[in-house]
């Protein structure tokens, strides 16, 4: 006879831990519901995981399986792979000793079923994120799917992993994929699958990269299922797919990786367009062609690239012309569907600094191109006439745009612009910068601004301090002697880095790179939330910074912000957190260092 505290395992209890359905399959994760299964509740801290926590062990005809997670009312764990499959079990619980009585589970070949967080996959982004709808989950980051775009799935159940698995253990000392291969579904469309087997971090959880298909209808619920050794998953889980591809470059406004289109054989020239005629004399200059360039713009059969025309020279860039053009695939030709010039300048001239980028954006069905006096001209796609000018500044003559414009999911616009009095005859860095700001245009072309001089007012030195430079390469080896200290200049104001576009995460914050004028040495990582607020800011030496994964690599005596674990899944999912409700499964929290 049971005593009152001995545990007790519910009928047909035991599930699938992924998707909380019966049957499961060995080295999977399930879940077991009962009653007094645990005195309290205690969750795994180290791998391999061990078949005793909390004073509570489960067996499975007789082996014991490792333990992620123990309460009162369930257990996750993991079904040993030496259960043998395609048969029926007995679990049996032990509670401080206290054995349960023997539940029957049946245990099939494979039993697949994906992890989810309100009922959307754990289709992680390579940026971290989830294709789940902007904000959908609270304090997750998420944004829909591109079509083409590749997504890892985090799921259980996929049965036997070549090579063979160690009962308890991740899999980080080798590759394994599973011995079947499973069709996976999205929106109804087969999925190519380049990846299938466990994912390397976790116990008992395998990972499925998975290419979403190009014609995949958009929406917020597009049904994803597995399909292994005759299995089919429950069929509950969704994720969300983008209207369309991204147009812009970088994939998305955080710049994670390529446009889903097919690459050309190097061999074959589809279309020869002159968009710079004035290379021969930039290159005569400076002895290179040191010019940035706009990417182009590709949505569907429409191109959109920048041009230049007017003359060179090397003592000023205003002497050149810049503007948009607007191609068409047709018949297989490139033909030009509309040009317009714009009254953008860039600042200073080639003895200054490369020739600053010229970088159009699309949005909002309409063509966005950096404008005169520190605005963006608004145009329409199919004409390229002028919609409306946004001049956050006026017509001051002394206030550039600088760097590509950035648009984010909800068609916000993000770029930066710099004021500066440049000297004709001695160059961009002989007078200081007056300001810069992030500006952020809406859909209605209403906008605002936040000053990077204010936003770094706290920290960085005064315009007027004298700043560190560096050793003279006639010193070499640095430093000269232990106690050597470099010479110093004026700092001059701290101001947007020229040529940055704003990088956009998908919780909706703003990154941007800043320096002083006159010393490259003091540069700043600003973080900014969705209303120009500061969110906190981190003075390097010498910031690489690369948007598409939100790493940044810094140059010595610069601390690391704490913002890689965007760069990798495997960061971001630290450890398999309890999984007490359906369709909370693997989700942990993210800890970021807020530096200032």
């Known amino acids: 006879m049971l005593s009152a505290q001995s545990p007790v395992v519910s009928a047909g209890g035991v599930v699938n831990a992924a998707s909380f359905v019966a049957p499961v399959t060995v080295g999977s994760l399930v879940s077991i519901f009962g009653s007094n299964l645990a005195p309290q509740a205690a969750l795994a801290t180290s791998i391999p995981l061990s078949t005793l926590l909390g004073g509570v062990a489960v067996s499975f005809n007789g082996l014991m399986a490792p333990l992620l997670y123990v309460s009162a009312n369930q257990i996750n764990a993991q079904l040993p792979f030496e259960v043998s499959s395609n048969s029926s079990v007995n679990v049996v619980v032990s509670n401080n000793g206290i054995l349960s009585t023997p539940q029957t589970v049946n245990v099939s070949p494979y039993a697949p079923g994906v992890f989810a967080v309100q009922g959307y996959a754990v289709a992680i982004h390579s940026d ?8 959908s989950i609270p304090q997750v ?17 996929l049965g036997p992993v070549n090579p063979p698995a160690i009962t308890g253990n991740n899999s980080l000392d ?61 069929g509950n889980t969704t994720i969300a797919i983008s209207t369309s591809s991204w147009p812009e470059w970088g994939q998305n406004a955080a710049h994670t990786s390529s446009v889903p289109n097919t690459g050309q054989q190097l061999n074959e020239i589809l279309a020869n367009i002159v968009y710079d005629p004035l290379i021969a004399d930039e290159s005569a200059a400076t002895g290179d062609l040191l010019v940035h360039y706009q990417v182009p713009l590709v949505d569907g059969n429409d191109v959109f690239m920048e041009f230049k025309s007017g003359s060179f020279d090397a003592s000023t860039y205003s002497s050149e012309a810049w503007g948009e053009n ?24 080639s003895n200054d600094f490369w020739e600053p ?68 005859t001695n160059g961009f860095y002989v007078n200081d910068a007056i300001d810069s700001w992030l500006v952020k245009v809406a859909a209605d072309g209403s906008f605002s601004m936040a000053s990077y001089k204010s936003l770094t007012a706290v920290n960085a030195p005064a315009s007027s301090a004298a700043c560190f430079t560096s050793f003279a390469t ?23 880095a020229l040529n940055v576009a704003p990088a956009i995460a998908p919780d909706g914050s703003i990154y941007a790179v800043t320096r002083s004028q006159f010393n ?29 994964a939100f790493r940044f690599r810094t140059g010595a005596g610069c601390l690391r912000t704490g913002l890689q674990a965007a760069a990798a899944p495997a960061r971001l999912w630290a450890s398999i957190p309890p999984l007490i409700e359906p369709g909370t499964a693997l989700w942990t929290t993210v800890r970021r260092r807020r530096p200032w």
């Open 141 to 157: 980051p998420s944004s829909p799917a591109v079509p083409g775009e590749t997504l890892q799935i985090l799921v259980t159940g």
């Open 174 to 234: 080798m590759l394994r994929r599973t011995v079947a291969t499973p069709t996976v579904m999205i929106g109804g469309l087969s999925a190519q699958v380049t990846f299938s087997g466990l994912s390397p971090q976790f116990v008992g959880v395998y990972q499925l990269n998975v290419v979403v298909p190009v014609n995949a209808s958009p929406g917020n619920f597009a049904a994803l299922q597995i399909q292994i050794g005759g299995a089919v998953d429950a």
């Open 128 to 135: 971290g994120s989830l294709a789940a709808p902007a904000g």
């Open 474 to 496: 006639s010193q070499l080896p640095w430093p000269p002697s232990p106690s050597a200290v470099p010479e110093t200049n004026t700092c001059g104001t701290q101001r947007v």
């Open 326 to 349: 607007h191609f068409n695939w047709q018949n297989g030709q490139l033909v030009q569907v509309w040009s317009y010039t714009s009254d953008w300048k860039a600042p200073g001239n």
């Open 520 to 548: 490259s040495h003091y540069a700043y990582l600003i973080a900014l939330a969705p209303d120009l607020s500061k969110k906190w800011g981190r003075r390097c030496k010498a910031v690489f910074m690369t948007a598409a």
């Open 357 to 424: 980028v010229f970088h159009a954006a699309l949005a909002n069905g309409a063509v966005y191109v950096p404008g005169a006096s520190g605005s963006v001209i608004q145009l329409d796609r199919d004409t390229g006439n002028v919609i409306q000018r946004i001049a956050p500044f006026g017509t001051d003559p002394n206030t550039y745009e600088t760097g590509p414009i950035t648009v984010d999911s909800n068609g916000n616009l993000f770029y930066n612009a710099i004021q500066i009095v440049v000297d004709r």
